[in-house]
């Protein structure tokens, strides 16, 4: 299924779920809270697992790609970026850790300085959604091999209703023939350039 499918199936589950519970009593504000703080402690506990198999791995395989250009830049082409399998997993997981630092302030301004308790609930269940369909989980986690909708760089969401799992652009098939909205491109490093 669909990551934002299954994101959106979530969502509507526990927000029903929610309406049935009290949140003036105390007690289920607690609970409310635990179950966010153990998930955001499940989460920072995955990256740091992943970020310790990244550097034991050492991967130092080329990866030539072009980065799609931002939106609404008004730019044709991406920027063409050279780095490494384990740079680049590196900059993803940190694009992953900053988004959840990001939701945790957000959520804690939600909630301790307007007083929201609901959304706890919600904020408990979507972030692990996340982080289980996320590709480096499935790669260092899970086992997976980097290929087809793994094959990095990584193909970025499509939105709720395209297959984000089509696989990224092989490295053997030419840049020049993916077109720019199926995410960023590969290109393949050969032994002569990389001596060069």
Same mark, same amino acid.
């Given at each position: 299924?669909?990551?934002?499918?299954?994101?959106?199936?979530?969502a509507?589950?526990?927000?029903?779920?929610?309406?049935k519970l009290?949140?003036t009593?105390?007690q289920?504000?607690?609970?409310?809270?635990?179950?966010y703080?153990?998930?955001?402690?499940?989460?920072?506990?995955?990256?740091?697992i992943i970020?310790?198999r @990244? &550097?034991?791995?050492?991967?130092?395989?080329?990866?030539? $790609?072009?980065?799609?250009p %931002?939106?609404?830049?008004?730019? #044709?082409s991406?920027?063409?970026?050279?780095?490494t399998?384990?740079?680049?997993d590196?900059d993803?997981?940190?694009k992953?850790?900053?988004s959840?630092?990001i939701?945790?302030?957000?959520?804690?301004f939600?909630?301790?300085?307007?007083?929201?308790?609901?959304?706890l609930?919600?904020?408990?269940?979507?972030?692990? @959604? &996340?982080?289980?369909?996320?590709?480096?989980?499935?790669i $260092?986690?899970?086992?997976? %091999?980097?290929?087809g909708?793994? #094959?990095r760089p990584?193909?970025?969401?499509?939105?709720?209703?395209n297959?984000t799992?089509?696989?990224?652009?092989?490295s053997?098939?030419?840049?020049a023939?993916?077109?720019?909205?199926?995410?960023?491109t590969?290109t393949?490093?050969?032994d002569?350039?990389?001596t060069?």
């Amino acid at each position: 299924m669909n990551a934002q499918v299954l994101n959106l199936v979530a969502a509507l589950g526990v927000m029903q779920y929610s309406k049935k519970l009290d949140f003036t009593d105390p007690q289920i504000v607690y609970y409310a809270r635990a179950a966010y703080v153990i998930s955001n402690a499940i989460i920072f506990g995955v990256y740091s697992i992943i970020q310790t198999r @990244i &550097s034991s791995n050492n991967d130092r395989t080329p990866l030539v $790609y072009e980065e799609p250009p %931002a939106p609404f830049s008004g730019q #044709a082409s991406g920027k063409r970026v050279t780095t490494t399998v384990k740079d680049y997993d590196n900059d993803q997981l940190q694009k992953a850790k900053k988004s959840s630092m990001i939701g945790v302030a957000m959520m804690a301004f939600m909630h301790l300085y307007m007083g929201y308790a609901q959304p706890l609930v919600l904020q408990s269940i979507l972030p692990l @959604i &996340s982080l289980f369909t996320n590709q480096l989980t499935s790669i $260092y986690i899970l086992g997976k %091999a980097a290929e087809g909708s793994l #094959a990095r760089p990584f193909a970025a969401s499509g939105g709720m209703f395209n297959n984000t799992n089509k696989p990224a652009p092989s490295s053997s098939s030419p840049a020049a023939n993916a077109s720019p909205s199926e995410g960023p491109t590969i290109t393949e490093v050969k032994d002569d350039e990389k001596t060069s």
